[in-house]
């Protein structure tokens, strides 16, 4: 076919794809057609947007109401916090439709879809689905001083491309930056489409590059005049020996005084590994990413990685996550829940965990001074609270308001007992000496309000392991002939699990979690085996008296020191 001929072999579309509703490829100087179908055929736009849409979908994004002291109650009960953070429709759960509508808004500029209403021309009716629409099927006009859409729908039984009118409440629609109009944005494929089409065409070139054995082309030179029939023989043959994968550095046989001349460059000449390097931080510098989230590593190190991962996320994701909350704040919240003071937001924790052990450290500081508890701590790691104690707050004991700072903190007043005395003829070297004796003084108070809360910590995880041990010893004594030998495997497992479970209040109080482990286990072992010694029909009882005893001193077998 002619098309065929000009443009290379087409692939074959279903009638009714997106491909026949979308606009048709941009020509660009490098001479390949960009449309935002085939930019995705180029890995480093392939890789950016996955990046960007597969990121952001896996955010968390929740309903909360902002309460009258300034925090804020997170909404599990309304039914848009389901529909947000779960099924938006009965077809697709929460990360497939946010990876479609954040790939559609920053390939193309807008994300929409269709918002299903219990009464749906009834702007204040709840939202019961979200249902995507491809942004080039969607085309807005003016109405009356009223936005309105129009969807253009694939051929059916009843008409072929016929369109259906929505009203502004009934499409999300969030809108690309530097938009001109605030309806329609600006994709990446469409702004950088000359970058994009340079990409395909060095992807082209390599190709070609070594699909010819890396010797892109040659001169066969015969003494005389060869006929026509014999210069094919000659080509087809040297193809046949030396062009493709595989034939590379071949020795090449010439016969009849024919002679080879090189045309071609090699990789290095033709510099294809700078120009496919410096297109990745080309598509990095377009989608607003840093080119070690491409895998373009060449000027990254170890010790930078974890800042640009900062940078990421506060400088490329957090614009699109606010433009995105303030789209569906604006469009998916009727009048009443915007009073109410009702808001979405991704939330981000999880990508600002960095270095674990950074991490752990400035919770350690934000549990010693009352802005975490240990159950958010907890919570951070997606481990289960240990109860209401965990929910307790604590701050170091010497602490007093700034406007006290000249009060003594014993007495509650200037001139107490706890007032240092004016000393105008005391030497520096005194004052010294004193300044040290109060700051030491300090924080060894802080080093105890920290050591009491990782204490009462241990002491929770202490009362569940033990009660989760006496059941299952309990059960095992009343059914397991072979007792001991159950005993062995058991303690062999559980004493992972509790070096496990007290690893938390271990690092805070700077101990061995398995040393605990191990001495529990082993105390535990030896009371029971006492326990089997004598006849069995008093078995049972031996045990029982055991794990009471164990119930009652829970901190001797679970213990610092």
Known sequence: MLAETLFGPMAVRDPTDDFWYGPPGRKTTSGEAVSEDTALTYTGCWAATTKIAGTLASLPLKLFERRPDGGRSELRSDPLWFLLHDEPNAEMDSY???????AWWVNYGNGTAEIEREVQDNPDSPIVALWPIHPTRVRYERK???????IRNKMNDRKDGYETELASYELLNIVGPLSPNGIVGRGVIHVACESIGIGLAIEKHQGSFFGNGTMLSGVLQHPRKPSQEARDNMRREWREIHQGAGKHYKVATLWEGVTFTATGQDAESSQMIESATFRVSDMARAYDLPPHTLKELSHATFSNIDAQQISLVVDSYTPRLERTERAMKRQLLNRRQKRRGLFMKFIVDGLLRGDP???????????????LTINEWLAQDEKNPIGPDGDRRFIPANLIPLDQAGEASGNGGPGGENEMPERPDASITALRHEVRQIVRQSLSQAQENESSVAIAWLNEVARRLIAKDCNEVRRAASKEANFVAWLDEHYAKFRATIADACSGPAQALQVDAAAIAEEYTSAAMERLLQACEGDRD??????????DSWRRKQGELIHVG
């Open 96 to 102: 497939t439709f946010l990876e479609m509508i954040f």
């Open 357 to 371: 052990v950074k991490r752990a450290q400035v919770n350690k500081t934000k549990l010693m001074h009352g802005s």
């Open 144 to 150: 009356d001083g009223e936005v309105r859409y129009f």
């Open 538 to 547: 008093g078995f049972e009882a031996r045990v029982a008296a055991v794990l």
